[in-house]
């Protein structure tokens, strides 16, 4: 590659690595085998009773929900992992809005020893569009 170009386009270039890093990462780490979609959330919750936890902020929150799904905005979660506990061995699956907070959330929840962790693929978006059902009553 000529010298020039990338000294006159570095910007471009760096983004161009940046974006392709994070495209492989999740193959490199295995996080892509985390993920499950709304259908398989859907089994999940149903039978093996595991938990959906929304990590998204509040007014995300109230503007609509899983039925069922308890809430601990991303920010909170470390103080209110005690309070989960009981979910350590069982299913927990983490939402918010397209997928991004609920991965961290995952690696976090791992960290503290909990065995069974899924971020739902799409987050409530994908939710949305597969037509499951959202509630705003708390």
């Known amino acids: 590659m000529n010298m020039e170009f990338l000294e006159q386009n570095w ?3 760096l983004a161009a690595l940046f974006s ?4 492989l990462w999740p193959l490199l780490t295995g996080q892509d085998k985390l993920e499950i ?3 398989q959330a859907t089994l999940m ?3 093996e009773d595991a938990l959906l936890l929304d990590v998204r902020e509040d007014s ?3 503007s609509g ?3 069922g799904a308890r809430h601990v905005a991303l920010s909170q979660l470390e103080k209110h992992l005690s309070e989960l506990e009981s979910f350590k061995d069982k299913p927990v699956i983490i939402c918010c809005a397209a997928g991004t907070r609920s991965t961290a959330a ?3 929840m791992q960290k503290a020893g909990f065995g069974k962790v899924f971020s739902l ?3 409530i978006q994908a939710w949305k569009e597969a037509k499951l059902p959202l509630t705003t009553k708390a």
């Open 45 to 47: 919750m149903n039978r």
């Open 60 to 62: 995300e929150w109230k």
């Open 65 to 67: 929900h899983v039925p």
């Open 11 to 13: 910007m471009w270039a």
């Open 121 to 123: 693929a799409g987050g």
């Open 20 to 23: 392709g890093g994070m495209l």
């Open 37 to 39: 979609d709304p259908a």
């Open 106 to 108: 995952c690696a976090q």
